[in-house]
């Protein structure tokens, strides 16, 4: 832990160093996503389709995000669920940069994850592999992982094998793919622009979102999902999507470089 944590302020003071330069709102984001943002890009319409699927398990739901670091997107969800936490066994983060820790996150292992409506796991650091504890623990699991190869020691994400359904799953952009796009825009000095025009054509976008479901509520997540998107509004908007929309990853975007699902958050079920 020393050593990561070495590694930790090494990153921090880079980070100090590149918010100095004044750079454009949100790149920080995307550039340092351990202290800015997250590992994963998301929308409003990601929050707002967790959240229907939380209350789907139950009128009011628990809910746990699983490894939340700083709770970045744990804080947005908690504007449409209240009551929920998340667990982080890293306590060294917040001391290290002596951030505030919220009452909401607990610092515990994922060994000790009590029952639970729903889990959400936006991250499995490569190596590590806490799918049974999760599953154990809850009824609905909420999954996202980069296809580039954070998947656990087995390069597995999935959790089929412990009794869930695969109910729905869609396709964002990881925190990888925003930072490749915005380097080659901004901070690689003497890139050709037609250079510049060529890598944009071949953006792809690695991350996906699965929804499992033990198979006694699998139906009634299945339909929630469903209702929602009848009336999802891509209009309702974080400010931080702009970002997202500059680097060609907007709601809904057709990306010729995949072979398949190649509409961005296009939710698709099983």
């Not at 994850?113 to 009824?139: C, H, I, N, Y």
């Not at 597995?156 to 990881?174: I, L, M, N, Q």
């Not at 796009?181 to 944009?200: C, I, S, V």
Request: proline share 6%.
């Amino acid at each position: 832990m020393p050593f990561a944590i070495q590694k930790l302020q090494s990153a921090h003071q880079a980070y100090r160093q590149f918010l100095a330069r004044g750079p454009p709102l949100h790149h920080a984001r995307y550039i340092f996503p351990f202290f800015a943002g997250s590992y994963f890009a998301y929308r409003k319409i990601d929050v707002l389709r967790v959240a229907a699927l939380a209350k789907s398990v139950a009128d009011n739901p628990s809910y746990v995000d699983v490894g939340c670091g700083y709770g970045d997107f744990l804080k947005k969800i908690r504007g449409y669920l209240p009551g929920a936490t998340g667990i982080e066994k890293e306590g060294g983060i917040f001391y290290a940069f002596q951030v505030a820790k919220p009452d909401y996150i607990d610092l515990t292992p994922v060994e000790s994850l009590t029952p639970v409506d729903v889990a959400f796991v936006g991250w499995m650091e490569p190596g590590q592999d806490f799918r049974r504890f999760v599953a154990k623990s809850a009824k609905c699991v909420i999954t996202t992982f980069d296809a580039g190869g954070q998947c656990g020691i087995n390069g597995g994400c999935e959790y089929d094998e412990f009794g869930f359904e695969r109910v729905a799953w869609w396709r964002t952009p990881s925190w990888i793919d925003i930072n490749a796009e915005l380097m080659n825009r901004y901070y690689t000095p003497g890139l050709d622009p037609a250079k510049k025009e060529q890598l944009a054509k071949l953006r792809t976008a690695h991350n996906f979102w699965y929804v499992y479901a033990k198979p006694e509520i699998a139906g009634r997540v299945k339909s929630a999902l469903q209702s929602w998107l009848e009336k999802e509004e891509p209009g309702q908007r974080f400010d931080f999507e702009d970002v997202l929309d500059e680097c060609g990853f907007r709601y809904m975007e057709e990306l010729p470089a995949l072979t398949n699902s190649k509409k961005l958050w296009e939710a698709r079920f099983d």
